[in-house]
């Protein structure tokens, strides 16, 4: 009778312990499923969700370096037709984007349009110098003269250039070429990122993912057109993807898209590594390899290439002409110090270093929500000039040169309040149910197996006595 209540309870052993692994073994989707009906729910974008707070303000500051390429041998370029040679000169920082959007609209077709107030405050406390040191750079109006000018009307821009008393560098302060000055020779305003004070990026109008969270954030429209017109190209005229500010829930490890009005067009960035940012796990993602090749190694790139003379037929790399963007001006974006770029372009202009670690552009993405919780955008804006017979100050000029002026370093990382509560309203919890599935799981099996093995061993026994 005792053997006979001992395998019984051997027997209910073994069933306790199946039922406790079964439920430890439900709770895996079942919580899966909670967990992204949660998410989903949070990222959003709409009043009263976590994603659509973030969305209309940025929480954290994001910061805008530059770096001024200062010229040393201006004199020795224009008598001798010698290299120019660089040396950095900065950062010189500004705050920026801390302007909540504008105009904010909710479509019937789940889209949202708003506008994007731009503005720059200048921190001391974060730069070298003031912005009114000085710096040697190359001359704006006579570089964008050069290009807009035809060459058949070379003879009058040589006089002009002469009755301003303008040359082809100019010595102009930090404040001036970021922001503006009035330019002798083209008789307006010009400045590397002028007007940007109290204008506006857009009209933008996103998914707001509430009927496919699979676009949340996807940029439907820009300035009200779904391509761009800067390309007459449908691959590069494409707008793909988000702003890369977040990404929809769940990454996979697949290359993310995102627009960037700064370089007009879209981008890719493919996954690189996990990483740990303040206790939360991250994605990092890096710009594809061939986002800036020749179109001789990457095709798809062939629609960007817009000068043939002044690309080498299309074959350099590293440098994107956005004067289709720029009202004609010969604009040329690359990433810092020509990081990844042809040997050429190292070659026109001394002094550059590019470094993947200080140059390279990244994205650091929580997986789990697609929030963008640290990035580093560095690009580096360049104006070509050329040789003429007929420009005096052209003249010793040996070839086409795409000439560095200013590379930019905008930064953001999630402060120390906004991870921690992110670790406690969602990795925590993640985390907590993750040791309660393996806890029931791991328990229920064990109790399954030992009263399993016990039962055959009690009768194993009893038949041994039998």
Not at 370 to 378: D, E, P, Q, S, W
């Amino acid at each position: 009778m005792g053997c006979c209540n001992r395998r019984c309870g051997l027997i209910a052993g073994a069933v306790f312990g199946a039922v406790v692994a079964i439920l430890g073994g439900i709770l895996i989707p079942v919580g899966k499923s909670v967990i992204e009906g949660t998410v989903e729910k949070e990222v959003v974008i709409e009043p009263g969700t976590q994603a659509y707070e973030n969305w209309v303000s940025t929480g954290v500051s994001v910061y805008r370096q530059f770096w001024l390429l200062d010229v040393q041998n201006a004199q020795e370029v224009l008598q001798d037709g010698a290299i120019p040679v660089v040396v950095e000169q900065g950062p010189y920082t500004y705050r920026t984007r801390y302007l909540p959007k504008e105009n904010i609209t909710f479509n019937p077709n789940h889209t949202i349009s708003f506008m994007l107030p731009q503005g720059a405050i200048f921190e001391p406390s974060m730069s070298v110098g003031t912005e009114e040191d000085k710096v040697t750079s190359l001359n704006l109006g006579v570089a964008g003269a050069y290009s807009l000018v035809p060459r058949p009307l070379h003879a009058v821009l040589e006089n002009l250039i002469k009755a301003s008393n303008s040359s082809l560098f100019q010595n102009r302060t930090v404040g001036e070429m970021l922001w503006g000055y009035y330019d002798p020779l083209l008789k307006d305003n010009i400045g590397l990122f002028s007007p940007y004070n109290g204008t506006y990026d857009g009209i933008y109008n996103v998914f707001d993912g509430k009927d496919d969270i699979s676009k949340v954030g996807f940029i439907d429209r820009w300035r009200g057109e779904s391509v761009l017109q800067f390309w007459g190209d449908k691959y590069c005229d494409m707008i793909n993807g988000t702003d890369a500010s977040s990404f929809p829930p769940f990454l996979d490890k697949k290359p993310l898209y995102f627009f960037s009005s700064d370089i007009c067009r879209s981008v890719s960035a493919g996954f690189e590594q996990s990483m740990d940012l303040k206790g939360i796990e991250v994605y990092r993602y890096v710009l594809q390899p061939n986002t800036l090749a020749s179109p001789t190694v990457n095709p798809d790139n062939q629609c960007f290439c817009r000068n043939t003379v002044t690309t080498k037929n299309c074959t350099l790399a590293g440098v994107l002409d956005i004067s289709s963007c720029q009202a004609g001006r010969p604009i040329y974006i690359s990433l810092a110090h020509f990081l990844g770029g042809s040997q050429s372009l190292l070659e026109n202009v001394k002094g550059l270093n590019p470094s993947e670690k200080h140059h390279g552009t990244y994205l650091d993405v929580e997986p789990t929500t697609g929030f963008t919780l640290r990035f580093a955008k560095r690009i580096q804006v360049n104006m070509m000039y050329g040789p003429s017979n007929v420009i005096t100050v052209l003249k010793k000029v040996k070839d086409y040169t795409i000439f560095p002026l200013v590379w930019m370093n905008e930064t953001a990382s999630v402060d120390d309040a906004t991870a921690d509560m992110l670790k406690k309203e969602l990795i925590s919890r993640i985390e907590m149910l993750d040791i309660i599935q393996k806890a029931l799981l791991g328990t229920g099996v064990a109790i399954f197996v030992l009263c399993l093995i016990s039962y055959c061993v009690v009768r194993r026994n009893q038949s041994k006595i039998v």
